[in-house]
């Protein structure tokens, strides 16, 4: 599986950006699909996974409320709508994706990598 992440860019304080990750390969709608996201000097931080397109979302207490996470396994595709961006969210952010069902949150539990998108909230 080969993951794209893109939709980054700069965004204020209270605004929204929508991040999508498309999916290459074989049977994507049987993986786990997961957001990372990791701040400059901090560790990568679980943002929301979703293991099935019906199936309800985990997300990280950081973003509850504010953030969703979607999946169209016709396309291949996770999109994560964030609303109300704050200053915190700033960070490059990944798609991942996984077959370990054990602990969404953990990322050494997903088997596969997108390259980062830059998110940047300005005040």
């Known amino acids: 599986v080969q993951l794209q992440a893109y939709g980054g860019g700069l965004v204020q304080a209270g605004g929204c950006l929508k991040l999508?990750?498309?999916?290459?390969?074989?049977?994507?709608?049987?993986?786990?699909m997961g957001w990372f996201r990791q701040a400059p000097g901090k560790e990568r931080e679980f943002v929301a996974a979703?293991?099935?397109?019906?199936?309800?979302?985990r997300y990280g207490d950081s973003v509850k409320g504010r953030f969703t996470i979607s999946r169209d396994n016709a396309k291949n595709t996770v999109d994560l709508q964030m609303n109300n961006v704050n200053l915190e969210d700033t960070g490059d952010y990944y798609c991942?994706?996984?077959?370990?069902?054990?602990?969404?949150?953990?990322?050494?539990?997903?088997?596969?990598w997108g390259r980062g998108t830059l998110v940047t909230v300005s005040s």
């Open positions: 979703m293991r099935y397109s019906n199936h309800r979302p």
């Open positions: 999508s990750c498309l999916g290459s390969g074989r049977n994507f709608s049987s993986y786990i």
């Open positions: 991942a994706a996984g077959l370990d069902y054990s602990d969404l949150t953990r990322p050494s539990l997903y088997d596969y």
